[in-house]
């Protein structure tokens, strides 16, 4: 063989890697994508981040849940259930009422008053192009406010 038929052969060789790493990365996005617009599919989608207000709370009765926005831009998403018997609560100027059994908890979802004796649960959020998900199939259940509970934009 000459050297001209080895440069010939390592040249292709190149070239045919090359390719099939670019086809391969074509098809990992295209994968990558189509299963995260999945994923959102399945959250509920709660709006643009920008258009919630800090230190403001959101009724989503549809979502099952109230959008906490705290005053450092942090949210949680709080379900409507109360702990103690899975009543309904309302959101007041500090936080939330039971009207079954009178608990009551703070803007964090934290008991201020029995018979409620843990936080509301939480569902775990997600930002994503500038929208807020919420994933409403997933409640976690929690003793207190913790500050790692908080999503930011």
């Not at 391969?24 to 709006?47: E, M």
């Not at 919420?134 to 790692?148: A, L, M, Q, W």
Request: aromatic share 12%.
């Amino acid at each position: 063989m000459s050297d001209k038929e080895n440069r010939r052969s390592f040249i292709k060789k190149i070239v045919i890697g090359v390719a099939t790493f670019e086809i391969g990365y074509l098809v990992y996005g295209a994968l990558q994508s189509n299963s995260s617009s999945k994923s959102d599919k399945a959250l509920f989608t709660a709006g643009k981040a920008s258009v919630f207000q800090k230190g403001k709370m959101y009724p989503f009765n549809s979502g099952k849940f109230y959008l906490s926005v705290l005053e450092d831009g942090g949210m949680l998403a709080l379900s409507i259930k109360c702990t103690h018997l899975g009543c309904m609560i309302e959101a007041n100027s500090n936080g939330f009422d039971c009207p079954c059994h009178a608990s009551a908890f703070d803007k964090f979802g934290e008991v201020l008053s029995p018979p409620a004796t843990r936080a509301l649960d939480i569902f775990p959020i997600k930002i994503s192009r500038g929208q807020v998900f919420v994933d409403t199939n997933k409640p976690i259940k929690r003793k207190s406010y913790e500050k790692s509970q908080l999503t930011y934009v």
